[in-house]
């Protein structure tokens, strides 16, 4: 290891100070926030507004993922990644449900004509 001397104010006794190296361990951050996933489900797959909310938790929490506070990144982001599963669940079952619904009232109609 190299040593360089201090620039400013000398030691007292004119000798170099050796600076030592100093290790920052970062644990690995990995924090989704699912920002496409919320928008798609805030557009088209919006049942009872859970669409909104997952679009809202995951604006939160890349705003505080940018801000350094992981620990709050990482609750919205699980929670938008909650309520856009639960939305695409609910809005896939209105869907097959309308479409059960639709074909329903078309047998219906095509029998009470004949």
Same mark, same amino acid.
């Given at each position: @290891?190299?040593?360089?001397?201090?620039?400013?104010?000398? @030691?007292?006794?004119?000798?170099?100070?050796?600076?030592?190296?100093?290790?920052?361990? @970062?644990?690995?951050?990995?924090?989704?926030?699912?920002?496409?996933?919320?928008?798609?489900?805030?557009?088209?797959?919006?049942?009872?507004?859970?669409?909104?909310?997952?679009?809202?938790?995951?604006?939160?929490?890349?705003?505080?993922?940018?801000?350094?506070?992981?620990?709050?990144?990482?609750?919205?982001?699980?929670?938008?990644?909650?309520?856009?599963?639960?939305?695409?669940?609910?809005?896939?079952?209105?869907?097959?449900?309308?479409?059960?619904?639709?074909?329903?009232?078309?047998?219906?109609?095509?029998?009470?004509?004949?």
């Amino acid at each position: @290891m190299q040593s360089y001397p201090l620039r400013g104010n000398p @030691m007292q006794d004119d000798k170099t100070c050796n600076g030592q190296p100093v290790v920052v361990s @970062m644990p690995a951050q990995k924090l989704d926030d699912d920002i496409i996933f919320s928008t798609f489900n805030f557009h088209y797959c919006n049942p009872c507004c859970l669409g909104f909310g997952a679009f809202y938790n995951s604006v939160k929490a890349r705003d505080r993922r940018l801000l350094g506070d992981y620990a709050s990144a990482s609750t919205y982001g699980t929670r938008a990644r909650r309520l856009n599963i639960a939305s695409v669940i609910l809005g896939v079952l209105y869907g097959i449900l309308l479409i059960v619904i639709l074909v329903y009232a078309y047998q219906l109609s095509r029998f009470s004509h004949q």
